[in-house]
């Protein structure tokens, strides 16, 4: 508890300019993230260049405790985001020239990295380009993983290469996330359909029909919100079919889904909205 004041009294002063977050010398580091971009074929090598940037750069006054101001979070660096978006400039022409070491580099940067490396480490896995080598990765970087931060990036880079690669495998792995007894990967499954879902794929349409009666009985809250976004993207992209598709619900299915359907309402049509709207009692 003590720590979570402490975090709470200085982000207030830093508010109310009493603090100040440090400078940063940007000549130095864009050096910096050169040089790290250079270091990408040594795993090891690379993955301790990025920590001594993320601690040379961390105000230590604001860095997070596990579970200080989210559920389930990381602990974190608390860098300043610009030496991200420098940090990832830098990589992506070698990342993308490079992908197998770039998938080599982000695994090292993952075990044991806070907030930021696991992030930057989802950023670089994502050039992999859809490899086996990245769903056995993701699998594994996927237990006991809860921060949503980090699921949601994870969902971002990742499935988009993970679809284009096999899109059948891809959409018996959303089944068995969206069906599994851990909450944060049923949620997971749904991220990352909805991250699929936007490359607009006649594939990802289909998976997100075929899919979504599984969250008809879902009962946890995060999940069911994921899943709303998977039907408001298909009301954005495929209207009408989305219509007919809710038209062919019985009113049996439309109360046991009753927690999906009210958390997706407010992102659809008044057409739509109607149709799902929850039947009055008998």
């Not at 749904?190 to 990802?204: D, I, T």
């Amino acid at each position: 508890m003590h720590r979570l004041r402490q975090g709470s009294r200085e982000e207030g002063l830093l508010r109310q300019g009493v603090l100040t977050v440090p400078s940063i010398d940007l000549a130095l580091l864009r050096s910096q993230s050169m040089e790290l971009a250079g270091q990408l074929d040594d795993p090891a090598l690379f993955r301790a260049s990025l920590r001594r940037m993320m601690e040379s750069h961390a105000h230590r006054l604001l860095r997070r405790g596990r579970s200080m101001d989210r559920r389930c979070a990381l602990q974190a660096w608390d860098v300043p985001g610009l030496l991200i978006r420098e940090v990832e400039a830098a990589l992506r022409p070698a990342a993308h020239s490079r992908p197998a070491s770039a998938l080599a580099a982000a695994d090292a940067v993952w075990v044991d990295g806070k907030l930021e490396e696991k992030l930057l480490a989802a950023y670089l896995a994502g050039f992999s380009r859809g490899s086996p080598e990245l769903r056995a990765l993701l699998l594994r970087w996927l237990e006991g993983m809860e921060d949503p931060t980090v699921l949601h990036a994870l969902s971002t880079r990742l499935s988009p290469p993970l679809a284009a690669e096999n899109p059948t495998l891809f959409r018996s792995q959303l089944r068995a996330w969206m069906e599994s007894a851990v909450p944060a990967l049923r949620r997971f499954g749904w991220m990352a359909l909805s991250a699929w879902q936007q490359e607009k794929s006649s594939e990802a349409i289909f998976a997100s029909f075929e899919l979504l009666p599984i969250i008809f009985p879902e009962t946890d809250p995060e999940t069911v919100r994921s899943a709303a976004k998977v039907l408001a993207l298909l009301a954005q992209t495929v209207p009408q079919e989305t219509r007919a598709w809710l038209e062919d619900l019985s009113p049996k299915i439309l109360r046991q889904g009753r927690p999906f359907f009210r958390a997706a309402l407010p992102s659809l049509s008044p057409e739509l909205s109607a149709v799902i709207r929850p039947p009055r009692p008998e």
